[in-house]
């Protein structure tokens, strides 16, 4: 193999690659045809590589089929490798490797067992999880945790695969969520997580498992370095399965108040406790947020939430002032006033150099306008549409002309308000916008004349914006006389 990789890496062309390759892939067919084979877990292993190249390796598929039900570990566990990485569910041979798996599920070493179950929970099809789930339901009372948080992975693609079958599981999460694995209760969460994203039905069966879920979390947040060393990341005791507690309690949460109740202290726990220096303790924060704003949560414990975004809105990290815009994007509607108290911070992400930021930023600053902010957020967009970039105009010109038909106090203001629209960015108004325009100005006769006056002295100053000269003119043409 390693000789393999440094011809392949020698090589300057790719014409010379391909010659590689196709004399490589020559040798190893005619070593297939071989009875005798000893070196098969090496050539699988070249097909690999070449097939992570992404050149054809479909003739290996039956090699890899021996190999897994050879009697050594180190050739099944390169057959389970190829398994995986050549063949996919939808793959004619695949059926052919059920009898081994289940063979396999069987076996005494937990590391044969870890093999056939990340097999089946990764290429599995319909009719092999028909076939094996009695055998992975089994392995999920097994005492060993290795082998029972496999098989909760493995019951996952289960569910997913054949839906009469959820039920089988059902009862078997109950003692995952209980278990002080973390590796146990991750699978167990994740299992609930899918199953519940599934058949919602289940959520009032598995709300009883809140005070269970919540003990676990309130132990990581509570312990110090030397008791959960295993875990620690950055200084957070399992940031992977604190996220993934927090995801199954908001599908919990949510819609019911009492469950939301039982749920509230810890998460003010974990949203003042948790440092958002790093990464890991960010991730956690993001998680926690989610989770307040989607579930009946307290009204200081929503504010909080809103305020952790609006420490992420200053990060230096583009990735979590996106996330913390989008998520305010969705929580507005939540609780609009403790949003607001981040427009200023809102608006100042609507100048930074990364497109996606100021177009989040745009939709988040669209959402927080109402009738009582109107003017003073429409004038900070025209403020805006001054140096904005050309591309990103017309969604801006658009989006003040939306707030202002929506929310304006008078038609005067109205009038004025897209007026100064069209002068500043006239070359980005869509038609549908300037026969609104128009409309607006049929339907007030006592500012006829007034609006005529407008639009010919902008008009008299510039004639370089083509949305003001196509509704000045048809002004001056209906009403100026």
């Keep these: 193999l390693r000789e393999l990789i440094r011809s392949i890496r020698a090589c ?14 020559a040798l190893i ?122 098989a909760a992975l493995c019951a996952m693609r289960i569910i997913r695969k054949v839906d009469e079958i959820e039920d089988k599981f059902n ?20 299992l609930l997580a ?58 919990l949460g949510t819609g019911n108040a009492k469950a939301s109740d039982e749920m509230n202290d810890i998460l003010a726990q974990v949203a003042t406790n948790t440092e958002g220096t790093k990464n890991t303790g960010n991730a956690i924060l993001y998680e926690c947020v989610l989770t307040i704003m989607s579930i009946e949560a ?38 609009l006033k403790a949003v607001q108290r981040h427009r200023a911070t809102i608006i100042d992400c609507l100048k930074d150099s990364d497109v996606s930021i100021r177009k989040r930023a745009l939709d988040v600053a669209y959402a927080l306008i109402t009738e009582e902010n109107i003017k003073s957020m429409t004038k ?21 002309s939306l707030a202002v038909d929506r929310y304006s106090p008078n038609r005067r203001w109205q009038i004025d308000t897209l007026i100064k629209v069209m002068c500043l960015g006239g070359n980005f108004v869509k038609e549908q916008q300037r026969e609104k325009f128009c409309r607006v100005v049929a339907s007030t006769p006592e500012l006829h004349s007034y609006t005529v006056i407008k639009l010919y002295f902008n008009m008299r100053e510039s ?9 000045g003119v048809w002004c001056l043409g209906e009403f100026g006389d």
């Design 171 to 190: 009862h078997r999460i109950g003692p995952l969520l209980d278990d002080r694995n973390h590796g146990v209760l991750l699978s167990g969460c994740s």
């Design 463 to 471: 004639l370089a914006q083509e949305a003001l000269v196509n509704v």
């Design 380 to 400: 900070e967009l025209l403020d805006y549409l001054l140096v904005a970039e050309i591309n990103f105009k017309e969604e801006l010109c658009s989006k003040i």
């Design 194 to 251: 899918a199953l519940l994203e599934i058949n919602p039905d289940y959520v009032s069966d598995f709300r009883r498992h809140i005070p269970s879920l919540v003990r676990a979390l309130r132990n990581m947040v509570t312990s110090g370095y030397t008791s959960a060393a295993e875990y620690d990341i950055a200084g957070i005791t399992d940031p992977f399965l604190q996220a993934k507690i927090l995801r199954v309690l908001r599908i």
């Design 29 to 150: 067919r005619t070593a297939f045809k071989e009875d005798d084979n000893q070196f098969r877990h090496r050539n699988v292993a070249k097909l690999l590589f070449i097939h992570m190249m992404g050149y054809p390796t479909h003739f290996g598929q039956m090699e890899c089929l021996k190999l897994i039900a050879s009697s050594k570990f180190p050739e099944k566990r390169v057959g389970y490798l190829g398994l995986t990485q050549l063949l996919d569910e939808n793959t004619e041979v695949l059926m052919l490797v059920t009898n081994s798996i289940k063979n396999d599920m069987g076996h005494d070493n937990q590391y044969v067992n870890g093999l056939a179950l990340c097999a089946l929970g990764n290429i599995a099809s319909s009719e092999m999880c028909r076939a094996l789930a009695r055998e992975v339901e089994r392995m999920m009372n097994s005492t060993n945790p290795y082998v029972r948080k496999k």
């Design 298 to 335: 307290e009204s200081g414990l929503r504010v909080l939430g809103i305020n952790i975004l609006g420490r992420f809105l200053i990060s230096r990290d583009n990735n979590i002032r996106y996330v913390a815009l989008a998520t305010l994007q969705r929580v507005v509607n939540v609780d």
């Design 12 to 25: 300057k062309t790719a014409a010379e690659e391909r010659a590689v390759v196709a004399r490589e892939c």
